[in-house]
């Protein structure tokens, strides 16, 4: 069996979280931030859509911020465009969270760098469908393929 390395850790930790927000979470259902928020909820996970444009999403409401969550929040899977990843950051130091997913595509030097600085512990240049479990279909060729060919950030 292999030695699991910090960055499997930090994965497994946050896939562990019972609840996390979801910032991101699009109106459009052909958007990812709308298709991973449904596949992840059709799993059982529990998530508490964040959208400062929306008032509900698939029924349930949808905070404006991070920081209007009324539940414990340890976590937060942001999906929003790379500019606005700092906000994220942000909120997450505001509130106490300690862990941040930062979807691939939607990272930036600045909001990698405050993360670090203030301990968050931060997962970037992933894909939370290609790790949250069961992981299947296309998700699941590509985590085989990343596992093949590997890539290090």
Partial sequence: ???MNNRENLIT???SLP????AGVSSNPKRFGAVAYRSLRK???TLYPVNPKMQTFDGEVCYKSISEIPFPVRGVLSMVPAAETLTIAKECKQRGIEYLWIQ???ESIEALDFCNEQQIKVIA?????MHYPP???IHAFHRWLKRIFGRKH
């Fill in 1 to 3: 069996m292999r030695a």
């Fill in 13 to 15: 930790e946050f896939i």
């Fill in 19 to 22: 609840a996390v927000a979801f």
């Fill in 43 to 45: 799993k059982g996970w």
């Fill in 104 to 106: 691939q595509q939607s």
């Fill in 125 to 129: 240049h992933e894909c939370i469908l």
């Fill in 135 to 137: 992981v299947t279909s």
